[in-house]
């Protein structure tokens, strides 16, 4: 099955500073990687996702990139604020025999100094 | 409120019990995912069901049982409960199947067994 590896697992910034998370993909047929910002007590809540078939996405202070042929993408968050704090999640669908499989990252806790 | 309700917030239960955790999806939605997010793990997607038909297994336990219902509802039903099943479970509903845009977390509901 799919296996999604998210790097680092911590991560702290200063406020106005940028922040990368990666993720890595083994399953070279998934074709759509959401990520999620978790705040404390709450669900995870999507922010940004990619399809396979584009490269780069961006909405306001946060892109998303996709290298198909190295399985591998990431999150930017620029002019990062105290807000932006929370646990990030990576994901990868799944397709055919595994449509409707979702699989998440481990996460990452990112802290942004004020 | 992001339309997906999870009941109980919160269970604590003892070790052999067996509990009950309800979704009740976002109106219009017919699909529903379960997820468990234990400490320090990320999330470990379980099962989905479509329009009460299950359509999707992850990693879930014999002991982990789950349906949904006419009116779209879903419970998942944890039984001979054990310590290692505390741990944060989400529900997650969207519009279709493969619905990649309308993928929504409840707030979860934190089980803990002593």
Known sequence: GENVEQHPST????????????????????????????????????????????GEKKDQRIAVTLNKTAKHFSLH?????????????CAAWGVGANAGKSTFGDGTTLTVKP | DSGVTQTPK??????????????????????????????????????????GEERAKGNILERFSAQQFPDLHSE????SLELGDSALYFCASS????????Y?????????VV
């Open chain 2, 95 to 102: 519009a279709k199947l493969g619905d990649f845009y309308g």
């Open chain 2, 76 to 79: 998942l039903n944890l039984s």
């Open chain 1, 11 to 54: 991560l702290s910034v200063q406020e106005g500073d940028s922040a990368v998370i990666k993720c890595t993909y083994s399953d070279s047929a998934s074709n759509y990687f959401p990520w999620y910002k978790q705040e404390l007590g709450k669900g995870p809540q999507l922010i940004i996702d990619i399809r396979s078939n584009v």
């Open chain 2, 10 to 51: 919160h269970l604590i239960t003892a070790t052999g019990q067996r509990v009950t955790l309800r979704c009740s999806p976002r109106s219009g939605d017919l699909s529903v995912y379960w997820y468990q997010q234990s400490l320090d793990q990320g999330l470990q997607f379980l099962i989905q069901y479509y329009n």
């Open chain 1, 77 to 89: 968050i620029t002019e990062t604020q105290p807000e932006d704090s929370a646990v990030y999640f």
């Open chain 2, 104 to 112: 929504t977390f409840g707030s979860g509901t934190r089980l803990t």
